[in-house]
């Protein structure tokens, strides 16, 4: 079993729509949690880090739920430009080093 | 631009050969951290350096690897005898240790292929 694990998709969206995304980690002690976008064959930007509270940044909302060990990813009216790879990403507390841990990315196409 | 910076950006080499790339970090991040990503695969870790110090190694991290930060600043990457398996976009992350959620900031990469 893949330590963070993603839906690949594609998830193909009108403009306009909400679209979801999902991630389970495997690790129950882990520490912190973000979402990176990652548009084709460029790095990976950091989008949002994901509290334990939730949090809310523009049109996009991140939650994490500890006990099912999930971690969310909400896109409200999306936008030509939201289209990307999205990463969700774990850091194992486990890990001295705070080396992250990536999901294969959810792959998102935002259509006109 | 003061994000972090990789060179080369894109690498041919013939198998066997060796490579190096360099990372420059965000100037004030104490951690640098080395990560390669294949087609369709999210990014894995490699090692990463606190400072001049090489705290960390991934099973991914061949003999053939090596890596070093010899001033703190920036590092290198040296790929020996290189195989067509080693093809793949080497990333360069940094990070500030004092920030308690390690938030990492990734360069464009270095994309090696190796014929």
């Known amino acids: 079993r893949k330590e963070v694990e993603q839906d690949p998709g594609p998830f193909n969206v009108p403009e306009g729509a909400t679209v979801a995304f999902n991630c389970t980690y495997s690790?129950?002690?882990?520490?912190?949690f973000f979402w990176y976008r990652q548009d084709c064959r460029k790095e990976p930007k950091l989008l949002m880090s994901?509290?334990?509270s939730g949090n809310e940044d523009g049109r996009f909302t991140a939650q994490l739920n500890r006990a099912s060990q999930y971690i969310s990813l909400l896109i409200r009216d999306s936008k030509l430009s939201d289209s990307a790879t999205y990463l969700c990403?774990?850091?194992?507390?486990?890990?001295?080093?705070?080396?992250?841990?990536f999901g294969g990315g959810t792959r998102l196409m935002v259509k006109p | 631009d003061t994000g972090v910076s990789q060179d080369p950006r894109h690498k041919i080499t013939k198998r066997g050969q060796n490579v190096t790339f360099r990372c420059d970090p965000i100037?004030?991040?104490?951690?640098l951290y080395w990560y390669r990503q294949t087609l369709g695969q999210g990014p894995e870790f490699l090692t990463y350096?606190?400072?001049?110090?090489?705290?960390?190694k991934s099973r991914l991290l061949s003999d053939r690897f090596s890596a070093e930060r010899p001033k703190g600043s920036f590092s290198t990457l040296e790929i020996q005898r290189t195989e067509q398996g080693d093809s793949a976009m080497y990333l360069c992350?940094?990070?500030?240790?004092?920030?308690?959620?390690?938030?990492?900031?990734f360069g464009p990469g270095t994309r090696l292929t190796v014929l």
């Open positions: 992350a940094s990070s500030l240790v004092y920030n308690a959620y390690n938030e990492q900031f």
């Open positions: 690790n129950s002690a882990s520490q912190s």
């Open positions: 994901v509290y334990s």
């Open positions: 990403v774990v850091n194992p507390i486990s890990n001295a080093g705070n080396m992250l841990t």
């Open positions: 100037s004030e991040h104490n951690r």
């Open positions: 350096f606190q400072n001049e110090a090489q705290l960390e």
